[in-house]
């Protein structure tokens, strides 16, 4: 294919309207409403609905609210919640997950579980930042879950 080169007119080839109309822009987003953030120490306020790091709920007991049905494991398009239940050794339930991971390298945040749950035990905080150095850190156990829910109360996102 044959390239034609376009042919320049005197003010194209003088740049100073190129120049003016840059500068022009330039100017003008500088009096726009600024869109970035100094993050992190500028957080982001998350939208309503957003669904980040997953909490587990506890009762007024300060027991795990969760009574181990696998409601949410089976829900989960991912297949990354691991669940093993033993008989509750309180009387108002049968069981209580002695062993409850979630895998978030392998979650989608979809919200599947919180939907499935009929406890109101699993649900998902509005925490984005979970960033961590070691694939190891990204599956979060039973006692990660439940702290995450005075970190969620504390950190007042
Ligand atoms: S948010 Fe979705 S993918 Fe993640 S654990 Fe829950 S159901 Fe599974
Ligand atoms: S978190 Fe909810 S759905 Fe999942 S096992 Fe516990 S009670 Fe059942």
Redesign the pocket.
Known sequence: MRVVTPKLSIIDRIYIPALVKGLYTTIKHFFMRRFTQEYPEEKRKPFPGY?GL?RLNKDHLGRVKCVACYM?AT???????EIEAAEAPWKDREKYPVKFE?N?L?????????E?CPELS?Q?TYIYEMADVTREAFVRRKDDLLATNEFWVLKEY
């Open positions: 669904r997953h949410c829900a989960c398009p991912s297949q990354c919640i979630i978030t392998r979650c989608i945040f979809c919200g599947m579980c919180e499935a699993i998902l």
